[in-house]
């Protein structure tokens, strides 16, 4: 496995996950200024509720395609398996779309106490839904196949679109929660069928030999991906569950705030998708050719780059954060940073987890993963419940905190039971480096707060200017520990 490939596909994920991520702040404030906080919270309540079964419909062939194909030395068998994929995910994914459908003014006031959903949006995420799964698996096909730069177009190009179309939307007046959706189902859509086309070659697409189900395939694509598909559930319940709560326990505005939030809080997860976008099928790959060995020394060199970076995005977030929100939100709500920093603590703690969720996703340990999302996923769920009324968002965030901390001590002991313990995860050397870079570059802008920073006022201002001698004192401190190899 060579290094320059691997840098080269890093690259190409940052600068993917840079820009999708500033498009879709870009769209945060058109959708909460035309439509308002309360409109934004709908539009968002009612994609998490019928998303919620996508998971159930896509039967976790996503990873179950790139264990099959990650490993392969050639590329003769892999229509035959895409196909195969498409069709078993297409089947459920269709059906249930046709049940939303139908039922779209039943599953409205089941999900809109307050309005949160209107027929018009139920139909058209019943078709997201379809165009979701398809999405998945071709992505997951070009994953699979260490595509990275095209699977990063494809990105880029719905990112882009997003944006382009809800201003097109805005400009004839037309820019609604219904019709914000649409624009999600097109681009979405889109780039499904633009990855179909780049998995397989245009002969390939229609040959009747792709698109024969066949037991042989079916079989262990299956085995492998059901269990998955109910961990899939479990995961909704831990990261997206909480909105349809807060939605029916204090109202879509809050559900706004605490989406709009959860839009900043994702940078860090964009931090650390790159990362872990190129580690599974590497490790699929390197354990099938080099041993298990090697592919806990990649999980390692990844995981430790990823610590060592990812911190100090987590604290500039922390430090600037509240501000920002204000601004994304024209000022009509105020987040708490006891609030946001309980999230991202969340975030981080959960990122950390990914080489030992891939460990038992490469171990085809599905009901491991199943039992573990489910259970901490009804606690936060529960934890919502009980701690919204009392704490308002700070308990939702408390709650996904609980989930997630759970949900990783269950994990690392389930995967260190197979033989993937700390070794797939950064070494003390690490944390302790880490540790020395945070507190060297808080000291650094706490000298600059007390002697300069007053200069600036209060407010966004003065966050980014601390923000910036943050990141700029982590930095040196990061270049200085790489210089000695530390």
């Known amino acids: 496995m060579k290094t320059r490939r691997t840098d080269k596909a890093l690259l190409y994920r940052f600068l993917t996950e840079g820009i999708t991520r500033g498009f879709s702040v870009i769209t945060l404030p058109l959708l909460t200024y035309y439509l308002g906080v309360a409109g934004y919270g709908k539009f968002s309540i009612a994609q998490a509720s019928v998303l919620a079964l996508v998971p159930m419909v896509s039967l976790g062939i996503g ?3 790139i264990r099959q194909i990650a490993s392969l030395s050639g590329t003769d068998d892999i229509p035959k398996k895409v196909g195969n994929a498409f069709l078993i995910v297409s089947l459920p994914a269709l059906a249930l779309a046709l049940i939303i459908w139908f039922a779209a003014p039943f599953i409205s006031d089941l999900i809109g106490g307050a309005k949160a959903a209107s027929v018009g949006i139920i139909h058209a995420c019943a078709c997201l839904v379809v165009v979701a799964v398809w999405q998945g698996v071709s992505h997951e096909a070009l994953r699979a196949r260490q595509r990275t730069a095209t699977v990063s177009l494809l990105q880029v190009i719905e990112a882009v679109g997003l944006p382009a179309g809800i201003i097109s939307l805005i400009l004839v007046d037309a820019l609604t929660a219904e019709n914000a959706v649409w624009v999600v189902v097109i681009f979405k859509g889109m780039t499904a069928w633009a990855g179909l086309s780049f998995t397989l070659t245009g002969r390939q697409i ?12 079916v079989r262990p694509l299956l085995a492998v991906g059901l269990p998955f598909m109910i961990a899939g559930f479990g995961e909704w319940l831990m990261g997206l569950g909480d909105r349809l709560v807060i939605g029916a326990v204090i109202g879509a505005t809050a559900a706004g705030i605490y989406v709009a ?10 931090w650390g998708a790159p990362f872990w976008w190129v580690l599974f099928p590497r490790l699929c790959a390197v354990a099938d050719q080099d041993g298990y060995a090697a592919a806990h020394d990649q999980a390692r060199a990844i995981a430790t780059l990823f610590l060592k970076t990812a911190v100090g995005v987590a604290a500039l977030l922390i430090i600037i954060g509240p501000e920002v929100m204000q601004v994304l939100l024209g000022g009509a709500a105020v987040v708490d940073r006891q609030f946001l920093a309980i999230l991202i603590l969340a975030v981080f703690i959960n990122q950390m987890l990914t080489p030992w969720e891939y460990a038992i996703y490469m171990e085809r340990r599905g009901a491991m993963l199943m039992r573990a999302t489910l259970l901490w996923g009804g606690i936060a769920i529960a934890l919502n419940f009980v701690l919204l009324p009392v704490l308002g968002l700070t308990g939702a965030a408390l709650a996904a905190f609980v989930g997630r901390t759970g949900f990783a001590i269950q994990i690392y002991r389930a995967a260190s039971r197979l033989g993937y313990g700390h070794e797939l995860g950064p070494d003390r050397k690490s944390f302790i480096v880490v540790a020395m870079m945070v507190s060297s570059a808080f000291a650094v802008m706490m000298g600059a707060h007390l002697s300069v920073a007053s200069a600036y006022g209060d407010g966004l201002v003065r966050d980014l200017f601390l923000g910036a001698v943050f990141m700029l004192a982590f930095s040196l401190a990061y270049v200085v520990a790489a210089l000695k190899k530390v």
């Open 206 to 217: 229609w040959s009747r030999s792709t698109w024969s189900l066949s037991a042989v395939e």
């Open 63 to 65: 990873f179950s395609l």
């Open 261 to 270: 939030t959860q839009v900043l809080v994702s940078i860090l997860s964009s």
